[in-house]
Each structure stands twice: as structure tokens, then as C-alpha cells.
């Protein structure tokens, strides 16, 4: 047998020469226990190749389909409904839970649909020096904050929408925006 001869005079040769060697014994034995020469060992080999190819487009075309099954996650805009000026846990349900959630830690239905996460609004007095900051968080309800949280793409202006809530009355803006404050900062972390 040819192939053992090939193995047993490399050892004293470098290991590049070795595994080459190597491999070309293993061919020849392979080819003379399966009975392969020249052309049925070429037509084998495309053959192995063709399969490995049909198994990489296979496996690319399911992994696309599992991709385009899930949908993708936007916000839908929808016409707000008016709720009590006077309850500002009604309000923080009715126009803030869907992005910020219920506990007002960011976790809402809407959260992983936005590019930015909305605040934790459990932290505000925590982040400002243990003083819950009223007056930036009734700025940003407002839309009068130099902070671009509200009011971008993904999140309204309240104070617009509670203007035309109210058909213009002021009083009832600022009512809406101080207890939707006063509830805010009722989350906030101990």
C-alpha cells in the first residue's frame, strides 16, 4: 500500500511537508477503498459541493422568511381621548403608561418600538438631587423644556393637545399639567 509508505517517510520532514503528505495518503487510500479513480472521484466532489451549497441556500432562505414573518414594531398614532383634568393617575394611564408604563419605569407596550427609550420617571428626584423637579417636569409636559424628550416624532407635546382639549382654557391646561405632575412625582422611587 502505497499510502503507509508516504506517512512513515515524513516524519523526518517539516510539519508543513508532514501534513501535506498526510493528505495525500489519505486520498489515495480513500480512492482505493471506494473504488474511486480520476473522473468518479472528480464527479464525487462536485457532487459534495453542489449539496453544501443547496444546504447554505436553504438555511439563508429560512432564516429570511423568520425575519419577514415577525413584524416590525412601530407607534400608531391615534386621536387622544379626553380624560378628568382632575385625576392625574387617570391622565398618566391614559396618555403616558403606553410608552413610560404603569410604574412609570420605561417598560410600556410602546417602549421597544421607539429608536430613543422613554425616561424612568421613578428617578427624576433621585437624578436632581433627591428633589423631585417640578417645574422642568411640568416644562417638558408643556413642550417648553429645552430638553428635545417631548415633542419629538415619537413623543407629543402635551401641552398642545391639552390646549385643544380644553377648547383654549387655560386654567384647565395648567390644572391637567399639575396633576399629571403631582402623579409623576408620586412614582418616585424611595
Not at 486520498?27 to 464527479?43: C, P, T
Not at 423637579?133 to 429645552?146: C, F
Amino acid at each position: 500500500m502505497e499510502y503507509l509508505g508516504a506517512i512513515a517517510g515524513d516524519e523526518a520532514e517539516g510539519s508543513n511537508v508532514v501534513g501535506f503528505r498526510f493528505l495525500s495518503a489519505l486520498r489515495i487510500f480513500r480512492e482505493e477503498s471506494l473504488g474511486l479513480k480520476g473522473e468518479n472521484a472528480m464527479s464525487i466532489k462536485k457532487l459534495i459541493l453542489m449539496f453544501t451549497v443547496l444546504i447554505v441556500c436553504a438555511c439563508t432562505v429560512a432564516a429570511q422568511d423568520q425575519t419577514q414573518g415577525q413584524p416590525e414594531k412601530a407607534i400608531k398614532h391615534v386621536p387622544v381621548k379626553s380624560v378628568s383634568p382632575v385625576s392625574g393617575k387617570e391622565m398618566y394611564t391614559a396618555y403616558c403608561a403606553v410608552c413610560h408604563g404603569t410604574d412609570g419605569k420605561g417598560g410600556g407596550p410602546a417602549a421597544t418600538a421607539l429608536k430613543v427609550p422613554p425616561t424612568d420617571l421613578t428617578l427624576l428626584s433621585k437624578n436632581n438631587g433627591g428633589k423631585y423637579p417640578a417645574l422642568k417636569v411640568a416644562a417638558s409636559i408643556r413642550g417648553e423644556s429645552a430638553f428635545p424628550a417631548h415633542g419629538s416624532k415619537e413623543m407629543p407635546v402635551w401641552g398642545a393637545l391639552f390646549w385643544s382639549m380644553s377648547s383654549g382654557h387655560e386654567g384647565e391646561v395648567q390644572q391637567r399639567v399639575a396633576n399629571l405632575s403631582h402623579y409623576i412625582e408620586s412614582l418616585q422611587a424611595k
